[in-house]
T-cell receptor, first 111, second 114 residues
Framework: DAKTTQPTSMDCAEGRAANLPCNHS???????VYWYRQIHSQGPQYIIHGLKNNETNEMASLIITEDRKSSTLILPHATLRDTAVYYCIVPDQGGSEKLVFGKGTKLTVNP | NAGVTQTPKFQVLKTGQSMTLQCAQDMNHEYMSWYRQDPGMGLRLIHY???????DQGEVPNGYNVSRSTTEDFPLRLLSAAPSQTSVYFC?????????????FGSGTRLTVV
């Protein structure tokens, strides 16, 4: 079973920041948090991952709480192309070989 | 560098037929996985491999076989196709390193079993 919980859906206005929350209250000390997204009918796309420090790359920022029980993916300036299902994943046993996808959050970016 | 290549992109099978979905990657990734995605649902892990010669079952392995004779290839075999196996199949690969850059997914094979 997936080890994370996410809201089923969210809406965001184009150009505004999209903040997608994820709860992972049973996370262990050496387990990473990964974020992927899936744009309609395409293969999932890796976005970002983190252990305990906040991370930023060209796609997004990842904010992990100090107790590591939750995280937030931030798309700073959402565009219509960011409409997708976003998955927050905590792989088992501290490794990344086995990803179990939950239902994710359907983000709709509105014009 | 082609990434993860899946063939065929589309396939229609009759119940009881067998076939192999091909997956190849040219990134020298140790990890490879197969997922299926049914309409309106999330991805479910079928089988995965942590290296050549090593495979393991995921959440929904029944009706499927895999082998990993080379680092590059990870074929998925349907032994006797059933309508319940109508789905989109995704192959993915990743470096072995913990905390690595995550999986790269192929574009999928859309399979219909009639």
């Amino acid at each position: 079973d997936a080890k994370t919980t996410q809201p089923t859906s969210m809406d965001c206005a184009e150009g505004r920041a999209a903040n997608l929350p994820c709860n992972h209250s049973t996370i262990s000390g050496n387990e990473y948090v990964y974020w992927y997204r899936q744009i309609h009918s395409q293969g999932p796309q890796y976005i970002i991952h983190g252990l305990k420090n906040n991370e930023t790359n060209e796609m997004a920022s990842l904010i992990i709480t100090e107790d590591r029980k939750s995280s937030t993916l931030i798309l700073p300036h959402a565009t219509l192309r960011d409409t997708a299902v976003y998955y927050c994943i905590v792989p088992d046993q501290g490794g990344s070989e086995k990803l179990v996808f939950g239902k994710g959050t359907k983000l709709t970016v509105n014009p | 560098n082609a990434g993860v290549t899946q063939t065929p992109k589309f396939q229609v099978l009759k119940t009881g037929q067998s076939m192999t979905l091909q997956c190849a990657q040219d990134m020298n990734h140790e990890y490879m996985s197969w997922y299926r995605q049914d309409p309106g649902m999330g991805l479910r892990l079928i089988h995965y491999s942590v290296g050549a010669g090593i495979t393991d079952q995921g959440e929904v392995p029944n009706g499927y076989n895999v082998s990993r004779s080379t680092t590059e290839d990870f074929p998925l075999r349907l032994l006797s196709a059933a309508p319940s196996q109508t789905s989109v199949y995704f192959c993915a690969s990743s470096y072995r390193r913990t905390g690595g850059l995550g999986y790269t997914f192929g574009s999928g094979t859309r399979l219909t079993v009639v």
